[in-house]
C-alpha cells in the first residue's frame, strides 16, 4: 500500500524559510514523478513543483522559481521542498503526490498518490 507522508509544515514570517519532506512507502518508486501542491482556503489545488527520478527533470510554477527548490534521495524515498524568501501569498496546505507519467506532469489529474498534507502559514 502507498502512502505519501508530508512533514515540516509551520508558520514563519514573512521573508522566513520552511523545509517540507515528503517520506514514500509501500511501492518502489524509481519511474515516478514526485511533487507539490498547495491549496489555500476557496482556491483550486495548484502545482508547486515536480522532480524525475534522476534529478534532471525538474519544473516548478512561475511565481515559486528562485525561490522553492525541489530535491530528492531516491536511497530514503524522500522528496524535499526548500522554501525561502516566504509570502503571505504562499500560505496554503502543501501537498506530496506521485505520479508515473513519463512527461513532466504538472496537474493534479497526473498524480496517483497523494499525501495527506502540511499546513504552511507566513503571517505578514
Known amino acids: 500500500q502507498v502512502q505519501l507522508r508530508e512533514s515540516g509544515g509551520g508558520l514563519v514570517q514573512a521573508g522566513g524559510s520552511l523545509r517540507l519532506s515528503c517520506a514514500a512507502s509501500g511501492g518502489t518508486f524509481s519511474s515516478y514523478y514526485l511533487g507539490w501542491f498547495r491549496q489555500a482556503p476557496g482556491k483550486e489545488r495548484e502545482f508547486v513543483a515536480t522532480?524525475?527520478?534522476?534529478?534532471?527533470?525538474?519544473k516548478y510554477k512561475d511565481s515559486v522559481k528562485g525561490r522553492f527548490t525541489i530535491s530528492r534521495d531516491n536511497a530514503k524515498n524522500t522528496v524535499v521542498l526548500q522554501m525561502n524568501s516566504l509570502k503571505p501569498e504562499d500560505t496554503a496546505v502543501y501537498y506530496c503526490?506521485?505520479?508515473?507519467?513519463?512527461?513532466?506532469?504538472?496537474?493534479?489529474?497526473?498524480?496517483?498518490?497523494w499525501g495527506q498534507g502540511a499546513q504552511v502559514t507566513v503571517s505578514s
Open positions: 522532480i524525475n527520478w534522476s534529478g534532471d527533470s525538474k
Open positions: 503526490a506521485a505520479s508515473r507519467r513519463m512527461i513532466v506532469p504538472t496537474t493534479p489529474t497526473l498524480y496517483t498518490y
